[in-house]
């Protein structure tokens, strides 16, 4: 079990959907992170929120929009999305920079698939 | 640019032998090492991790890496495999104080009981 949870487990959305991914932690964490993995790829970074701010923004298509409400909560929003876009979205959370050693703890992810 | 560089993207080893995972990685300024471990069907976890003192650093389930900093190397070990080990083992750095994790391609590892 990890203690991030990710929600839904499983998504298929119509490229003219709107639809979000949700991510939660209760470990006091003060980063958290939204990856993008395609099948055996490692994953790859997209945003990082550092004290619900964003932090890191890696050149990300607008058609997703990342959201921290507070401390424990991480969305992804999707629109008009891609075929392209289907992936294994997964989020982490980590102590924020400067304290700990930056250890990820990831959720199980979200499986997304683009019509 | 950060980069890292796994050197074996599948490796087949019997139960019971000895398994080395190369990682090598690109970075001017002090880093943090990571392995971490994807079981068939779980969520990626840590395997172990160096930031700072003793550059031997052990793990969970018997697995150790070695950083070597002249090299800018931190190759995994375990003398002996089981069967259980099979999974995607990721090699992962990151700038020290900083938020960006970056991983390697993963190397996939099949044990055979």
């Known amino acids: 079990d990890t203690e991030v949870t990710q929600t839904p487990k499983h998504l298929v959305m119509g490229m003219t959907n709107k639809k979000s991914l949700k991510c939660e932690q209760h470990?006091?964490?003060?980063?958290m992170y939204w990856y993008k993995q395609k099948a055996k790829k490692p994953p790859e970074l997209m945003f990082v929120?550092?004290?619900?701010?964003?932090?890191i923004n890696e050149s990300v298509p607008s058609r997703f929009s990342p959201e921290c409400p507070n401390s424990s909560l991480l969305n992804l929003h999707l629109h008009a999305l891609q075929p392209e876009d289907s992936a294994l979205y997964l989020c982490?959370?980590?102590?924020?920079?400067?304290?700990?050693?930056?250890?990820?703890?990831f959720g199980e992810g979200s499986r997304l698939t683009v019509l | 640019a950060q980069s890292v560089s796994q050197h074996n993207h599948h490796v087949i080893l019997s139960e019971a032998a000895s398994l080395e995972l190369g990682c090598n990685y690109s970075?001017?300024?002090?880093?943090?090492l990571f392995w971490y471990v994807q079981y068939p069907g779980q969520h990626l976890q840590l395997l172990l991790k160096?930031?700072?003192?003793?550059?031997l650093v052990k793990g969970i389930k018997g697995f150790e890496a070695e950083f070597i900093k002249s090299k800018f190397s931190f190759n995994l070990r375990k003398p002996s495999v089981q069967w259980s080990d099979t999974a995607e083992y990721f090699c992962?750095?990151?700038?020290?104080?900083?938020?960006?994790?970056?991983f390697g391609a993963g190397t996939r590892l099949f044990v055979k009981a």
């Open positions: 982490a959370s980590s102590q924020a920079s400067g304290s700990g050693t930056g250890e990820l703890f």
């Open positions: 470990m006091g964490h003060r980063a």
């Open positions: 929120y550092s004290y619900e701010k964003l932090s």
């Open positions: 970075y001017g300024g002090t880093v943090n």
């Open positions: 160096y930031f700072s003192g003793d550059p």
């Open positions: 992962a750095v990151r700038n020290t104080g900083g938020f960006k994790t970056i």
